[in-house]
């Protein structure tokens, strides 16, 4: 290797190396979403971990000298853009989590990655050899395993993390093309304040809505009103307020310095850390077909990064 190509093949390590950190971030938040969704409304994780996470992310901000013009940098329209796609990739991904395991949500939002290569070459002229081809198409099998079709995954739940992974297809390519050069905490901030400003308006609307009695037994988690909230419950909103500053510095810091369909490919990591999380928390063991579908989606990984 030259000289000249060493910055572009430490960038894509670099690249590689910060998706795996924030989707390994995201299974957690994930996980712990599920645990509490018994408990908390969307809205309330929504609202709460907002008012602690644009204080810690301000903070975060001047350790990395991004402090100056945040603001402004945060409600620029790419970046507010950016942010709409996100939030509605995270409602679609949460709304099914008190009624599907985390593998097979994460299955379904993991058309995802597919959705980042088919835009990226034609949207934005993203060169995909056939060995990345090759590398997405193994990972589309490993998922389409995963979710076993014709199995109980397909229910009308299973598929709204698919409209998720467009979702995050749309916002990792705009992150790529439109918001490539923005400082990381702006937009961070933009999508922390959003979530904030989406889960309090949520929250008013049904606290004053008085017909949603019957609805908000059934679907608590989406409409029920907040619950008490004590230490334990602070403690929580304080762990997820980190683990989403630092699951949007990374994920933007990934698709700002390596190529889409790189990226998406180490993306699908996510898939085996909710697949621990499914069997340590959730008591639900990996059937052998999810155990396959993992091991595609590993090989898929190496078929992008060992050389001929």
């Known amino acids: 290797m030259t000289v000249a190509m060493q910055p572009v093949a430490d960038r894509k390590l670099l690249g590689a190396s910060l998706i795996v950190i924030a989707v390994f971030m995201m299974s957690v938040q994930d996980a712990l979403v599920k645990h509490y969704s018994g408990d908390l409304s969307l809205w309330q994780i929504f609202t709460l971990r907002g008012v602690l996470a644009i204080p810690l992310l301000l903070l975060v901000a ?3 000298r991004q402090q100056q013009g945040i603001w402004r940098g945060a409600m620029q329209k790419w970046a507010l853009i950016r942010s709409v796609f996100m939030v509605l990739m995270y409602i679609s991904l949460y709304a099914a989590i008190p009624f599907l395991s985390l593998s097979v949500i994460a299955a379904g939002f993991y058309t995802g990655p597919i959705f980042v290569t088919l835009l990226s070459a034609f949207l934005l002229g993203e060169p995909v050899s056939r ?3 090759l590398a997405i198409a193994v990972g589309f099998i490993g998922v389409l395993v995963i979710l076993q079709p014709g199995g109980d995954a397909f229910t009308a739940w299973a598929l709204i993390p698919v409209f998720g992974g467009l979702m995050y297809a749309l916002t990792n390519v705009t992150t790529r093309s439109k918001c490539q050069t923005m400082p990381m ?3 961070a901030l933009s999508l922390t304040v959003m979530l904030l400003l989406l889960g309090a308006v949520f929250s008013l609307i049904l606290y004053f809505w008085q017909g949603s009695g019957d609805a908000a037994e059934q679907l608590p988690f989406l409409l029920g009103g907040w619950s008490e909230t004590g ?3 602070w403690l929580l909103f304080l762990v997820l307020a980190f683990l989403t500053i630092g699951i949007s510095i990374t994920l933007v810091g990934a698709y700002q310095v390596a190529p889409p369909p790189l ?3 180490f993306d699908y990591s996510y898939l085996v850390f909710v697949g621990v999380w ?3 928390f959730f008591n639900t063991v990996p059937s052998i077909t999810t155990l396959c579908g993992m091991l595609l989606i590993i090989a898929a990984g190496l078929l992008v990064t060992i050389k001929r």
Do not use: I
Request: no cysteine.
């Open 278 to 280: 499914d069997f340590l």
């Open 185 to 187: 905490a702006a937009l």
């Open 263 to 265: 990226v998406a490919t």
């Open 131 to 133: 060995r990345g081809w």
């Open 62 to 64: 001047m350790f990395m």
């Open 231 to 233: 230490w334990s419950q």
